[in-house]
């Protein structure tokens, strides 16, 4: 065991406890730090700091509300708990009760859960003046109808700005006109498809707001992000001022890393970390534990449950469950009354669920920005805190173990978006043009506007007119297109699942082929359920309850052709590309494993349709310089190692994770003309991910290249070169072929030898 700072007895007692139960390999100790008063220029209003129930402002929060009330866009990254939220709620408060009309502020909160935790923040000030209130899919006709006439401080999220807000914008004429700020929470979730949609849905709002005469200031509030200014300036397109010095006291925190596999035991690490979970309740913390994915929540918290003196107190928590499940497990584990909960990246957010004893991360949740937010779940309110690493046996996790001072040193990775994506563009446009007509002013939100114009209408979208003195394009058509654009993918929208016409939960309907295939095991809430049929036209996957015995994993094939080759640089003695390719993934199968042992017990053939991808793309170009005296045999399994060790890496640079990517490897593509591993955004049009992999090459495959040559394994392993959503079942794989490669790939400095 390796560590720093200084161990208190409980800690060292809880730490021993956690050492019996999964090898502690490093420990560190950040001592307390105490909080940087800041006082404004303009002081705030004594009873309004009384209300909010503070007695002082921190330096970031004073630095935030000067830039704030100077007129400027602002973007505050913080840690968890450090009262981002207090930046933002006392201007929002001002702009109401001050001046002879009070000015509106609208909250956009990315998950729903969120928004109602500020609006009981805002509830209990008890100002007269403050009319808020929530506005998303579970508010009644009613309840619309009053936020539309009374509200001043509006929370929401994108999807219900997007169809109940900027659709109907003439209806929300009276607060559209009297807009004074847009508060974006939770930034670094804004990335990808997700994100690139919302820089569209902010550009419509501030073209709304200037048509009903407003031109609202942007603020943006996040936890530790890498280039915070640089998104929140993409995502609105403005310039936007950020304040990243964090002046808020934090109690002492104790961070553990566990390796399950440092004396190579065979328990996965969502086991390890169930054991580890059950072993800090049994003494009396209240822990909230993270998994990465639905599946693993549910099975991490029936493997506690079945571990404890009294398994009543433990709960599974993530997304797909209804909204009134979720706030019911929220209030339960605020109240105390639940002593450990495991849950999804769902609860890292800023969902007030009080100060915990310990968090348990059950592998490395893929950004430095998440493992905070999450550890920082625990020790709130200036309480010391323990926060337990179980790391996974993935490549990320694995090259962390090996740089375990980089977990709490490195810098967070920075978000990408691509609002220049015309898959995700055009529908916007559309959008646009239904809620008011485009002008050639709004060049200035959309650079690329005309030519946008021009595919609209050609599909008869718009009539455009050319002259001066009148609008560039008019909606023709009077259907409302904002019902078939879904924020959160490109287009594909979701996949109900349903038992006997109940609900169950949603998957997106890009994933639906491989997560909820016909004969495709399905968890929810403990509960095993095999699907039946997928209705892919009907956007339904119905299920029928199961006896849990069994596992499902998909078998796929992929094709890809390179369509442009945008640019191309030498890396050594290859070349990196950059363009734009077609894939076409087709779910051929799934094979059933024993839910225990993991063993495989049957393979099934499905017949489903192909799934096609136009999209962005870097890759590898070989020459047979570089594959020479590599046998025929041997080059297929060591570029698909390549492949699949570089995607599971590629978070070291950006925030994403695998399911962002995809990766074809081939011995010769035929477009190209060599060997060539490729790898691509998993979204239509691409995200930006393709491009920073350009760009970092040659760092990506130095890491690359360090994970797999120091892996103990023979053959590969997950560790290594082996990858969990493989469509071919990790075949072929070579290792050792791998390290030849990037060997001769990179420079000496690089290198390493196979095991």
């Known amino acids: 065991m390796s560590g720093s700072g200084t161990d208190h007895g409980s800690d060292e007692a809880l730490i021993e406890l956690i050492d019996r139960r999964c090898t502690v390999t490093h420990t560190t100790t950040l001592p307390a730090r105490p909080g940087v008063v800041g006082t404004p220029a303009c002081p705030v209003a004594p009873d309004l700091l009384r209300r909010l129930g503070v007695a002082h402002l921190w330096s970031h929060q004073a630095a935030a509300l000067d830039r704030i009330r100077d007129g400027e866009s602002v973007v505050l990254t913080s840690g968890t708990g450090s009262g981002k939220s207090l930046s933002y709620q006392i201007p929002v408060v001002e702009a109401v009760v001050e001046g002879p009309s009070p000015h509106t502020s609208l909250l956009l909160c990315p998950p729903k859960a969120l928004a109602h935790d500020q609006l009981s923040t805002l509830a209990t000030l008890g100002i007269d003046e403050v009319s808020a209130t929530t506005y998303d899919g579970d508010s009644s006709r009613e309840h619309r109808a009053w936020a539309r006439r009374r509200a001043n401080v509006l929370l929401t999220n994108p999807e219900m700005l997007h169809s109940g807000i900027l659709a109907d914008h003439r209806r929300w004429g009276p607060f559209l006109a009297r807009l004074r700020f847009v508060v974006v929470d939770e930034l670094h979730l804004l990335r990808g498809v997700f994100g690139t949609n919302v820089a569209h849905l902010l550009r419509r709002v501030r073209r709304i707001a200037r048509h009903h005469g407003a031109d609202p200031q942007f603020v943006f509030c996040s936890a530790s992000l890498g280039q915070p200014a640089q998104l929140a300036s993409q995502l609105c397109g403005l310039d ?94 605020a109240l105390g009354h639940l002593r450990a909960v495991t849950a999804t990246s769902a609860l890292e957010l800023g969902v007030d669920i009080g100060g915990l004893d310990a968090t348990v991360l059950a592998g490395f949740p893929g950004t430095i920005s998440s493992l905070w937010q999450q550890a920082g779940r625990s020790g709130r309110q200036g309480r010391a805190g323990l926060s337990v690493l179980v790391a996974g046996d993935d490549q990320l996790d694995r090259w962390y173990v090996r740089h375990s001072d ?126 039946v049929d997928l209705d892919l036209p009907g956007r339904e996957a119905r299920v029928e309850q199961d006896d849990g015995e069994r596992s499902t ?61 136009v999209t962005r793309a870097v890759w590898l170009e070989c020459s ?16 698909h190692a390549l492949e699949h060790a570089a995607i599971g890496l590629l978070p070291l640079f950006t925030i994403c994770d695998r399911w962002d990517v995809g990766g074809v490897s081939t011995a010769h593509l035929a477009d190209l003309g060599c060997a060539t591993v490729v790898i691509y ?29 120091s892996c103990g394994c023979s053959d590969g392993c997950p560790s290594c070169v082996q990858s969990p959503k493989c469509g071919n079942g990790n075949d072929p794989l070579d290792k050792d072929g ?5 060997n001769r790939i990179l420079s000496a400095g690089h290198r390493l030898s196979a095991s």
């Open 624 to 639: 047979s310089s570089v594959t020479a005296d590599l046998e025929e045999a041997v080059l297929p399994g060591a570029l």
């Open 240 to 333: 936007v001022h950020p304040v990243t010095t964090d002046g808020a006291p934090r109690g002492e925190r104790t961070f553990v890393v566990c390796d399950p596999f440092e004396d190579r035991r065979t328990t996965p690490a969502w086991r390890a970390a169930a054991s580890v979970t059950a072993g800090l309740v049994d003494a009396g913390q209240q822990t909230l534990a993270f998994a990465r994915s639905r599946k693993l929540v549910e099975l991490m918290a029936a493997a506690i449950r079945s571990q404890v003196g009294d398994p009543d107190g433990i709960c599974p928590y993530r997304s797909g469950y209804l909204a009134d499940e979720r706030r019911d497990i929220e209030a339960a584990l």
């Open 738 to 742: 791998a390290v030849v490669l990037l």
């Open 553 to 613: 994993q998909p078998r796929s094939e992929t094709t890809l052709r390179v369509l442009e080759v945008d640019a191309r640089r030498p890396l050594g003695p290859i070349r990196v590309g950059i363009g734009t390719v077609e894939v076409e993934r087709r779910v051929v199968g799934y094979t059933e494993r024993d839910a225990r042992t993991g063993e495989p017990v049957d393979h099934h053939r499905l017949e489903l349709p192909a799934h096609h991808l």
């Open 406 to 531: 980089q977990l709490l040193d490195r810098s967070p990775e920075p978000a990408v978006i691509n609002p220049e994506n015309r898959e995700i563009l055009l529908p916007h446009l559309r959008c646009a043009a239904q809620e008011l007509p485009l002008e050639y002013a709004d060049e200035a939100l959309w650079p690329t506007l005309d030519e946008g114009v021009r595919s609209l209408a050609h599909e008869d979208s718009v009539w455009i007119r050319r002259r001066a003195d009148s609008p560039l394009a008019v909606w023709s058509t009077g259907r409302r297109p904002q019902h078939r654009v879904g924020l959160r993918s490109a287009g594909g929208g979701q996949v109900r699942i349903t038992d006997q016409g109940v609900l169950v939960g949603t998957v997106d309907a890009g994933r639906a082929a491989r997560d909820v295939h016909p004969g495709a095991v399905y968890l929810h809430r403990g509960q095993s359920y095999r699907v």
């Open 681 to 709: 955004d998993a979204y239509a049009g691409g995200v930006g991910i393709a491009e920073l992999a350009y760009h970092e090459a040659e760092a990506l495959l130095a890491a690359t290249v360090g994970v797999i040559g």
